[in-house]
């Protein structure tokens, strides 16, 4: 909750300031709708797993993976949506009052389309970042010291998907080019999808881009370890 408060105070005092009603195409409440949502997405879809990957290729974890008919893509995808599951359930109880209380202010508009979008966009978009960041583990066949390079890449990433703030902030030109990227199907799509910001052609146009980004980094990521594990010296473990 402290970033988002952080930038509650943030953005009360610039649109304070500013004399507007509206910055960056959106209002005041459907800002701190979005630094809200955005907020509990971003964490929901965190992967935190990189360095656990890092160490099992580093110290020849990987080598029981390597030698038993147990596929490592699947146990790592199963385990990252074990751990998912509760932090769906305490999610689910924080939107449902978000949700109320927005709507109840006249915030948010509730239509069960865009509920049943927002579901299932965000379960896309936790597929999707855990794809993104498992091709990202890849590099840790390469490098030696590789904790701050996943630190530096999770940041980045965040950014790009609109985690910290919408992506208008960059400009319309930023947008349109980030628009052709993975990273906005992951936060910013599916928060959108829920505020109303996206209407509802382009709710459909852009769910269908993000299962398409999916199925590519799907091939993409069997492919980025199967080059990778040439580097492999299974030593350790």
């Known amino acids: ?31 701190i ?55 769906y359930g305490i999610t689910a109880l924080l939107l449902g009052g978000i949700i109320w209380f ?49 630190v530096i890449t999770s940041l980045l990433v965040n950014i790009l998907s609109g985690g910290m703030f919408p992506l208008e902030i960059f400009g319309e030109s930023v947008v349109k080019a980030l628009q052709f990227t993975p990273f906005p199907y992951t936060i910013y799509f599916p928060v959108n999808v829920l505020s109303g910001k996206t209407e509802v052609a382009a709710m459909y146009q852009g769910l269908l881009i993000q299962w398409g980004w999916i199925l590519l980094f799907i091939g993409l990521s069997r492919l980025t370890w199967q080059v990778s594990m040439k580097k492999y010296s299974a030593v350790g473990g």
């Open 102 to 150: 927005a709507s109840a202010r006249g915030a948010l508009e509730l239509q069960a389309i865009r509920l049943i979008l927002f579901a299932i966009t965000l379960w896309g978009a936790l597929l999707l970042n855990f794809l993104i960041a498992y091709c990202i583990c890849a590099s840790a066949f390469y490098l030696h010291e590789i904790s701050y390079f996943f």
């Open 33 to 87: 709708l979005y630094t809200i949502l955005a907020g509990l997405v971003s964490k929901l879809i965190a992967t935190q797993f990189e360095q656990q990957i890092a160490d099992d290729i580093k110290n020849g974890g990987l080598n029981k993976y390597l030698i038993k008919p147990v596929s490592y893509f699947g146990y790592r995808l199963v385990s990252f949506f074990g751990q998912k599951a509760i932090y």
């Open 1 to 31: 909750m402290f970033p988002i408060l952080v930038q509650y105070f943030i953005w009360t005092a610039v649109y304070r300031h500013s004399g507007q009603a509206a910055l960056f195409s959106y209002s005041y409440g459907q800002i």
